[in-house]
Each structure stands twice: as structure tokens, then as C-alpha cells.
């Protein structure tokens, strides 16, 4: 199993930007899939944006035209750019990678988190 270590959080001013990462180590076959969900405290976790090893992506309505993600292969890092960021988009991100090793069993590892606070 391995690890995800997140970067790149913080607060801007609604309208700015910010990027995300996160970075995989650790020993596994291979990596299907990698993304980012958000939580506020006391709501449900949303998938915001993830992103197969074939480069499928898929987004959150709310944050589609907004919110880039892509993948560094080689790097098992996932970047998410986040630009003209409103407010209902503070919460704490967290990131995720779908495992598989070479048995074939799956494991979904998580990231600690990292706060996105966006003010008007």
C-alpha cells in the first residue's frame, strides 16, 4: 500500500487560483486512477475531479471550465489547477489513488488533506 503526501493548499481571493498536489510513493503494481474529493465539515464528501492511467477525466458539475486535472505518469503526481475559485469552493481537499498489485487486489489509499479557503 502506499502513500499520498498533498501540497498546494491555502487562501486566495475569490477569482484567483490555486494548485493542488499530490504525490504517490510507495511499493504497488500500478496505479488505475487518482483524484481529488473535497469535504466541508459536517457534509458529505464530493468527487471533484479524478483521472484514469488512460487520461479520462471526469469533474464536478460546479466546477467544470474551472478546475484542471492531470497526471505526471512517471511521477505517480496528480495535479489539480483550480482557477477563478468562489467561495463554495473552500473545503478540505483530499486526495486519493485507486492501487493494484500484482494479485490484482484493489485498495483505494488516502491523503491527509489539505484546506482550501477561498474569501470574497
Known amino acids: 500500500q502506499g502513500q499520498l503526501v498533498e501540497s498546494g493548499g491555502g487562501l486566495v481571493e475569490a477569482g484567483g487560483s490555486l494548485e493542488l498536489h499530490c504525490a504517490h510513493s510507495?511499493?504497488?503494481?500500478?496505479?488505475?486512477?487518482m483524484g481529488w474529493y473535497r469535504q466541508a465539515r459536517g457534509k458529505q464528501r464530493d468527487l471533484v475531479a479524478s483521472i484514469t492511467k488512460d487520461n479520462y477525466t471526469s469533474y464536478l458539475d460546479t466546477v467544470k471550465g474551472r478546475f484542471t486535472i492531470s497526471w505526471a505518469n512517471a511521477k505517480n503526481t496528480v495535479t489539480l489547477q483550480m482557477n477563478n475559485l468562489k467561495n463554495e469552493d473552500t473545503d478540505a481537499y483530499y486526495c486519493?489513488?485507486?492501487?493494484?498489485?500484482?494479485?490484482?487486489?484493489?485498495?483505494?489509499?488516502w491523503g491527509q488533506g489539505t484546506q482550501v479557503n477561498v474569501s470574497s
Open positions: 510507495g511499493s504497488i503494481y500500478t496505479i488505475n486512477a
Open positions: 486519493y489513488a485507486d492501487e493494484r498489485d500484482r494479485e490484482a487486489r484493489l485498495n483505494r489509499c
